[in-house]
């Protein structure tokens, strides 16, 4: 069974960053696809960067491309969201997940941790 804990959310201003860690369980980081996701209140889940676990190849939402960074530590098991120059758009929980097949898609991913919280003021 893996298990993921996210960590890092909190209450930033326009323009700041955060970075979102999350930890994983025995070898997950190098052996899943490791992904961001977040959720708005009132709206759907929605994909936000992936990595995938044998070559660093990641993926990018358009609305987070250029501003956030995933990243892992294979020998830690971590996984990291560096977010730059956030918006108030960009205020939702966020969730760490792992998974195989499509790393875009939420329906790929089996494993999820409980999310953090980002709240960004105008």
């Known amino acids: 069974q893996v298990q993921l804990v996210e960590s890092g959310g909190g209450l930033v201003q326009a323009g700041d960053s955060l970075r979102l860690s999350c930890a994983a369980s025995?070898?997950?980081?190098?052996?899943?696809?490791m992904g961001w996701f977040r959720q708005a209140l009132g709206k759907e889940r929605e994909f936000v960067a992936a990595?995938?676990?044998?070559?660093?190849?990641?993926y990018y939402a358009d609305s987070v491309k250029g501003r956030f960074t995933i990243s892992k530590d294979n020998a830690k098991n971590m996984l990291y969201l560096q977010m730059n120059s956030l918006k108030p758009d960009d205020t939702a929980k966020y969730y760490c997940?792992?998974?195989?097949?499509?790393?875009?898609?939420?329906?790929?991913?089996?494993?999820w941790g409980q999310g953090t919280q980002v709240t960004v003021s105008s």
């Open positions: 997940a792992a998974g195989r097949g499509s790393p875009t898609m939420t329906y790929a991913y089996n494993y």
């Open positions: 025995g070898r997950t980081a190098s052996t899943y696809t």
């Open positions: 990595i995938l676990g044998f070559v660093d190849r990641t």
